[in-house]
């Protein structure tokens, strides 16, 4: 994507201003986008994202630019913003001395056998169609459908001052349907949205179809549903995205980004137990094209299979290098960005519970009385409260054991740490689920995960 | 390349390939910032990016492509990819490339920018400030200084030519307050770097931080609850989407085919104005060129318009509302407002608390990107505040939801107070709303 020679150069730049490392990430992405509305393909997109972003390091402060403009003179005039900049931090002036880089190829543990691109646009027009038209025929009462397939082709180049050269290319496609029913002036909607680290042959995995009627059988089991009733009570979390609950009370307070500075409700806790005795989280990055997959990440630092919690106790934080300084530990392979114009910080990959060791059956059938989180929605985190909130997309009530009619619109709220310790039952269908991770690198692509799980308390937002 | 040389490259390649109808929008954002860790400075950065995006009419259907590789080469594959995007669409409504409207608001000289001395002394004021404000201000607190630059041109074949370049500075806290074992956060944001101002801002935001130390919970029930300025005005915002014509069309607003009925209680009116003073950002015209315009959009409780750009309006047979807008230079054309506003009330704050009687202040409301249905108006959000007892102000709360749906909040607010607040926003949007009261609505707590 860039000759060595030029790298180096633009890092000799930077360097020249007093900073004790040196970094640059290059990328070029092709967004592709196809919208389908109401029975008509409503939008193609096609997107070229292209731009350098320049990072040092003083002790432990970062200086940093990016930029659009990739000639060799935009190159030089960026790293000289960086370097000028660190001059204002550092001891002393660096002598002008020469950056050694060195290729290094991590192998690709992703493999693709369709890449999507311009040439395959017919194609994704019909897979797409085909979502839709499923949606639609699945229910006389689905008033609109509406969905999109979207590819990208991220091509990073990643090198710094410690002589890494290394480039990656990360291919992925996703197909979301959403359906919305209506009866009676009421409108109820469902969704369905799985993606992988792959091409167009994620469809063999994903029947489009499926994924069409998904979304459909959601919106009308919501169109028939009650409001979910308000109160502490005890909730089964299916697999997949119910994973969410862990990403958002537990996942977001490991990140380095807020553990480093004091501001997670879990800083200085390791080796000790936060969770319940069943709980076994891990984050892991090098799960073969899987959505939140990576390589390297985006320092270069290649993915690791990082356990964060083992049987309930604290083992690892997820950690990028200049957080990592501060913290006085290695990076875990978790710095992510959104993409040249974000700074990277830690973000988590690939994050679920591990399987645990009760059976599916005897979850539900412990409950008297509570709520079946079938399908879960997105949710936030505060870090250092660890206030958190998520949505349950489809709920029903768990009655003498049994799961009996469907609710909606309910939340659950909580405090990660409080919550973490009554996961009390875990089940063994462990699955995952895609999402779009949003926090201050940008939004990145992230799976959740667990199997079946049962919390013994949590309030439930209802009405 | 310069914007002049692209603009060049763009209408050389669009008269090649034989395209009579099209539009070029570019749009180019700076952006640096200074933030803090204690009382030191963490970072600095700079962040330059952009690009283009051209769309054209081909057989009747609108085509987009957009880059940000901005060089000779590139213009003609963009055309190219544009045009090959029309041929697949199937969309039949009417699409336009404007021809310019009658006249035009004269466009605002853009504040400069601070420059990064300016930025690093700001950021550094400010968490000094944080720190003195109060003894249990703690680690984790960050404040910084930004300052962001927006450059926008709109060209397309009918001639019209528009420029707007907007900058803001800003102040941001977050303060975490810790007491004990228990922690606390407020954020807030201030469009001013005025030394004046960034005390203002830390004293706000660490007394909102500390005033929830000791937060208890509260019982699951119903109540009457008064919304502060800034979660009203976080409710208008996460249902902003279903005053969209797009929506509606689409038929993912339940407010499609209202125009004209009564949809709220009398006290509410809403007003989207794109030369609100308090906004921090404006443009005297649309992501297609045409000329923005102040509306009613509820008056009264009747709902007056809807919000449409050139699509939608032709679809429907009314005149296009100025309200094209494009999130990003490479973002389709969609539908956002300007400064929309719920219109002050009669009632001072303290009086619509004592017209709760007894009740919840919910002056945090977490969430809503997940805990929020536009299609549906169904909300189940997670909220702190403070108890109302016998009209006054208690303690804090945390850790309850409240649930409702925003079409029946819409009819059911009670009353609404005088002090409109408009939020801080980077892009053309914003949202402002005074406190308003919901009499019974349903809390999940304890």
């Given at each position: 994507?860039?000759?060595?020679?030029?790298?180096?150069?633009?890092?000799?730049?930077?360097?020249?201003?007093?900073?004790?490392?040196?970094?640059?990430?290059?990328?070029?992405?092709?967004?592709?986008?196809?919208?389908?509305?109401?029975?008509?393909?409503?939008?193609?997109?096609?997107?070229?994202?292209?731009?350098?972003?320049?990072?040092?390091?003083?002790?432990?402060?970062?200086?940093?630019?990016?930029?659009?403009?990739?000639?060799?003179?935009?190159?030089?005039?960026?790293?000289?913003?960086?370097?000028?900049?660190?001059?204002?931090?550092?001891?002393?002036?660096?002598?002008?001395?020469?950056?050694?880089?060195?290729?290094?190829?991590?192998?690709?543990?992703?493999?693709?056998?369709?890449?999507?691109?311009?040439?395959?646009?017919?194609?994704?027009?019909?897979?797409?169609?085909?979502?839709?038209?499923?949606?639609?025929?699945?229910?006389?009462?689905?008033?609109?459908?509406?969905?999109?397939?979207?590819?990208?082709?991220?091509?990073?180049?990643?090198?710094?001052?410690?002589?890494?050269?290394?480039?990656?290319?990360?291919?992925?496609?996703?197909?979301?349907?959403?359906?919305?029913?209506?009866?009676?002036?009421?409108?109820?909607?469902?969704?369905?949205?799985?993606?992988?680290?792959?091409?167009?042959?994620?469809?063999?995995?994903?029947?489009?179809?499926?994924?069409?009627?998904?979304?459909?059988?959601?919106?009308?089991?919501?169109?028939?549903?009650?409001?979910?009733?308000?109160?502490?009570?005890?909730?089964?979390?299916?697999?997949?995205?119910?994973?969410?609950?862990?990403?958002?009370?537990?996942?977001?307070?490991?990140?380095?980004?807020?553990?480093?500075?004091?501001?997670?409700?879990?800083?200085?806790?390791?080796?000790?137990?936060?969770?319940?005795?069943?709980?076994?989280?891990?984050?892991?990055?090098?799960?073969?094209?899987?959505?939140?997959?990576?390589?390297?990440?985006?320092?270069?630092?290649?993915?690791?299979?990082?356990?964060?919690?083992?049987?309930?106790?604290?083992?690892?934080?997820?950690?990028?290098?200049?957080?990592?300084?501060?913290?006085?530990?290695?990076?875990?392979?978790?710095?992510?960005?959104?993409?040249?114009?974000?700074?990277?910080?830690?973000?988590?990959?690939?994050?679920?519970?591990?399987?645990?060791?009760?059976?599916?059956?005897?979850?539900?059938?412990?409950?008297?009385?509570?709520?079946?989180?079938?399908?879960?929605?997105?949710?936030?985190?505060?870090?250092?409260?660890?206030?958190?909130?998520?949505?349950?997309?489809?709920?029903?009530?768990?009655?003498?054991?049994?799961?009996?009619?469907?609710?909606?619109?309910?939340?659950?709220?909580?405090?990660?740490?409080?919550?973490?310790?009554?996961?009390?039952?875990?089940?063994?269908?462990?699955?995952?689920?895609?999402?779009?991770?949003?926090?201050?690198?940008?939004?990145?692509?992230?799976?959740?995960?667990?199997?079946?799980?049962?919390?013994?308390?949590?309030?439930?937002?209802?009405? | 390349?310069?914007?002049?040389?692209?603009?060049?490259?763009?209408?050389?390649?669009?008269?090649?390939?034989?395209?009579?109808?099209?539009?070029?929008?570019?749009?180019?954002?700076?952006?640096?910032?200074?933030?803090?860790?204690?009382?030191?400075?963490?970072?600095?950065?700079?962040?330059?990016?952009?690009?283009?995006?051209?769309?054209?009419?081909?057989?009747?259907?609108?085509?987009?492509?957009?880059?940000?590789?901005?060089?000779?080469?590139?213009?003609?594959?963009?055309?190219?990819?544009?045009?090959?995007?029309?041929?697949?669409?199937?969309?039949?409504?009417?699409?336009?490339?404007?021809?310019?409207?009658?006249?035009?608001?004269?466009?605002?000289?853009?504040?400069?920018?601070?420059?990064?001395?300016?930025?690093?002394?700001?950021?550094?004021?400010?968490?000094?400030?944080?720190?003195?404000?109060?003894?249990?201000?703690?680690?984790?607190?960050?404040?910084?200084?930004?300052?962001?630059?927006?450059?926008?041109?709109?060209?397309?074949?009918?001639?019209?030519?528009?420029?707007?370049?907007?900058?803001?500075?800003?102040?941001?806290?977050?303060?975490?307050?810790?007491?004990?074992?228990?922690?606390?956060?407020?954020?807030?944001?201030?469009?001013?770097?005025?030394?004046?101002?960034?005390?203002?801002?830390?004293?706000?935001?660490?007394g909102n931080a500390c005033a929830m130390l000791g937060a208890g919970g509260i019982e699951t029930g119903k109540y009457n609850i008064v919304f502060s300025a800034k979660q009203a005005r976080s409710i208008l915002s996460t249902f902003s989407s279903v005053f969209s014509s797009k929506n509606a069309q689409q038929g993912l607003s339940l407010l499609a085919g209202k125009?004209?009925?009564?949809?709220?209680?009398?006290?509410?009116?809403?007003?989207?104005?794109?030369?609100?003073?308090?906004?921090?950002?404006?443009?005297?015209?649309?992501?297609?060129?045409?000329?923005?315009?102040?509306?009613?959009?509820?008056?009264?409780?009747?709902?007056?318009?809807?919000?449409?750009?050139?699509?939608?309006?032709?679809?429907?047979?009314?005149?296009?509302?100025?309200?094209?807008?494009?999130?990003?230079?490479?973002?389709?054309?969609?539908?956002?407002?300007?400064?929309?506003?719920?219109?002050?009330?009669?009632?001072?704050?303290?009086?619509?608390?004592?017209?709760?009687?007894?009740?919840?202040?919910?002056?945090?409301?977490?969430?809503?990107?997940?805990?929020?249905?536009?299609?549906?108006?169904?909300?189940?959000?997670?909220?702190?505040?403070?108890?109302?007892?016998?009209?006054?102000?208690?303690?804090?709360?945390?850790?309850?939801?409240?649930?409702?749906?925003?079409?029946?909040?819409?009819?059911?607010?009670?009353?609404?107070?005088?002090?409109?607040?408009?939020?801080?926003?980077?892009?053309?949007?914003?949202?402002?709303?005074?406190?308003?009261?919901?009499?019974?609505?349903?809390?999940?707590?304890?």
């Open positions: 994507m860039l000759n060595q020679s030029l790298v180096a150069e633009v890092l000799g730049r930077v360097m020249r201003g007093g900073a004790d490392f040196a970094e640059l990430y290059l990328e070029r992405t092709k967004n592709h986008v196809i919208e389908y509305v109401g029975g008509k393909i409503e939008r193609i997109d096609a997107n070229l994202l292209s731009g350098v972003g320049i990072r040092a390091f003083c002790g432990l402060r970062s200086v940093s630019a990016s930029t659009t403009d990739i000639s060799r003179a935009g190159l030089l005039a960026c790293a000289a913003q960086v370097g000028d900049a660190c001059a204002e931090f550092a001891a002393a002036i660096n002598a002008p001395a020469d950056i050694i880089l060195t290729e290094r190829r991590f192998g690709d543990i992703h493999p693709v056998m369709i890449v999507p691109g311009d040439a395959q646009t017919g194609r994704k027009i019909e897979l797409l169609r085909t979502g839709c038209t499923a949606a639609k025929e699945h229910d006389g009462r689905i008033s609109q459908v509406k969905g999109y397939l979207l590819d990208v082709d991220h091509q990073i180049l990643v090198a710094n001052s410690d002589g890494l050269f290394c480039e990656d290319r990360q291919i992925r496609t996703r197909m979301a349907v959403t359906a919305v029913a209506s009866k009676d002036g009421e409108n109820q909607s469902g969704t369905c949205s799985p993606g992988r680290r792959m091409g167009l042959e994620v469809f063999d995995l994903f029947d489009p179809v499926e994924i069409g009627r998904h979304a459909a059988a959601q919106a009308i089991t919501n169109l028939g549903a009650g409001y979910c009733p308000a109160g502490v009570m005890p909730v089964a979390i299916e697999n997949g995205f119910g994973g969410v609950i862990f990403h958002e009370a537990c996942g977001h307070s490991l990140e380095a980004t807020s553990v480093a500075v004091g501001a997670s409700q879990f800083a200085g806790k390791l080796g000790q137990k936060i969770a319940g005795d069943k709980v076994t989280a891990i984050d892991d990055g090098t799960i073969p094209n899987a959505w939140g997959s990576i390589n390297i990440d985006d320092e270069g630092t290649p993915a690791q299979r990082n356990v964060l919690i083992e049987n309930g106790v604290l083992k690892s934080y997820m950690i990028d290098k200049l957080n990592g300084r501060r913290m006085g530990m290695a990076s875990t392979g978790n710095a992510r960005r959104q993409g040249y114009s974000y700074e990277p910080t830690s973000r988590m990959t690939n994050t679920f519970i591990d399987n645990g060791p009760d059976r599916n059956e005897d979850i539900i059938a412990s409950i008297e009385y509570g709520l079946y989180a079938k399908e879960m929605g997105g949710g936030s985190v505060n870090p250092a409260t660890g206030a958190f909130n998520f949505a349950v997309r489809e709920g029903y009530i768990i009655r003498n054991g049994k799961i009996c009619e469907p609710v909606r619109g309910a939340s659950l709220i909580g405090t990660g740490s409080e919550i973490i310790q009554n996961i009390d039952m875990v089940g063994q269908n462990l699955d995952r689920g895609q999402g779009m991770c949003g926090s201050s690198s940008g939004s990145i692509p992230t799976d959740v995960g667990q199997p079946l799980i049962r919390v013994s308390q949590i309030t439930v937002g209802g009405r | 390349m310069e914007f002049e040389a692209l603009k060049q490259a763009l209408i050389d390649a669009a008269a090649q390939a034989g395209i009579a109808q099209y539009e070029i929008y570019y749009m180019e954002t700076a952006e640096s910032s200074a933030t803090t860790f204690q009382h030191e400075l963490k970072g600095v950065s700079s962040a330059r990016s952009g690009g283009i995006c051209f769309r054209c009419i081909v057989g009747g259907k609108m085509g987009y492509a957009s880059t940000e590789l901005l060089e000779a080469d590139e213009m003609v594959e963009l055309v190219s990819r544009a045009a090959t995007a029309a041929t697949m669409i199937e969309n039949d409504d009417k699409v336009f490339i404007w021809g310019g409207s009658p006249t035009y608001r004269s466009p605002e000289a853009a504040k400069p920018m601070a420059e990064m001395p300016t930025l690093t002394k700001s950021a550094l004021a400010l968490a000094e400030a944080a720190y003195a404000a109060d003894a249990r201000v703690t680690d984790g607190t960050e404040a910084t200084a930004v300052t962001e630059e927006v450059t926008i041109h709109l060209v397309n074949s009918t001639g019209l030519e528009l420029s707007n370049h907007v900058a803001v500075n800003a102040a941001v806290l977050e303060a975490i307050v810790s007491e004990d074992e228990e922690k606390q956060v407020a954020f807030d944001i201030a469009a001013s770097l005025d030394a004046e101002n960034l005390n203002a801002l830390a004293a706000k935001t660490v125009e004209g009925e009564v949809i709220a209680a009398p006290c509410v009116t809403i007003v989207d104005d794109p030369a609100h003073p308090a906004a921090n950002a404006h443009t005297h015209f649309d992501a297609e060129g045409v000329a923005t315009a102040r509306k009613n959009v509820i008056e009264a409780g009747v709902l007056k318009t809807l919000l449409y750009n050139l699509q939608t309006a032709a679809k429907a047979g009314v005149e296009t509302t100025g309200n094209a807008s494009k999130g990003s230079y490479a973002s389709p054309v969609g539908i956002s407002p300007y400064c929309f506003c719920l219109e002050a009330g009669e009632h001072n704050l303290d009086n619509l608390l004592a017209q709760a009687g007894d009740g919840i202040y919910v002056t945090e409301m977490k969430g809503f990107h997940a805990g929020a249905d536009a299609v549906t108006g169904d909300f189940s959000i997670e909220c702190a505040g403070f108890r109302i007892e016998g009209g006054k102000l208690g303690g804090p709360l945390k850790s309850f939801t409240v649930a409702g749906n925003f079409f029946s909040l819409l009819k059911e607010i009670a009353a609404v107070a005088d002090n409109v607040e408009v939020g801080f926003s980077g892009g053309f949007t914003c949202f402002g709303a005074p406190a308003i009261l919901v009499p019974g609505m349903s809390v999940a707590g304890k």
